[in-house]
């Protein structure tokens, strides 16, 4: 399966070379403007890269259906006083949002790992809840594009 690049996130610069996962997150400075839930841009890109756009169809389902458990993982981990296995989960989470286009859940795995790397286990406790609310959002999105029975 082909890699996507990270999509950009609105308002941040793209020219600085910032790495697409871990780095700081710009969010536009319209009060009340947050990023969309979805990029439906990189899933329709993907299904160009398939002869088949059914295969795109189960990879969007299967990322709804691990996405809680991903969340659940890292959870747990915070919980364990880990912060390895936190940032190991949270970077599960935000990767592999990163390749079905959920900018917003993006968002706020990167600002929980930068709470993990920066040792701050209880704020990156807190953001769980932004996390799984996050989540619920995308996976309805996803779901309204790729339904269980199309």
């Not at 990029?39 to 259906?65: G, I, K, N, T, Y």
């Not at 286009?101 to 929980?112: C, W």
């Not at 286990?121 to 309204?144: F, I, K, Q, Y």
Request: charged letters at 25%; hydrophobic letters at 40%; a negative charge.
């Amino acid at each position: 399966m082909p890699i996507h690049p990270v999509p950009p996130i609105p308002g941040r610069h793209q020219d600085r070379g910032v790495a697409p996962l871990g780095g700081d997150v710009e969010v536009p400075d319209a009060p009340g403007k947050a990023v969309q839930v979805l990029d439906p841009r990189v899933l329709q890109e993907m299904e160009r890269d398939f002869s088949d756009p059914a295969a795109v169809h189960r990879f969007a389902r299967d990322f709804c259906a691990g996405l809680a458990g991903k969340i659940d993982r890292l959870d747990l981990r915070i919980a364990e006083g880990d912060p390895r296995g936190a940032e190991d989960a949270v970077l599960s989470v935000t990767a592999s949002s990163a390749m079905v286009g959920a900018l917003r859940l993006v968002q706020a795995g990167r600002t929980t790992h930068r709470l993990i790397v920066a040792g701050n286990l209880d704020g990156a406790r807190r953001t769980v809840a932004l996390l799984r609310a996050c989540a619920a959002g995308t996976v309805s999105e996803l779901r309204d594009i790729y339904p269980e029975h199309p």
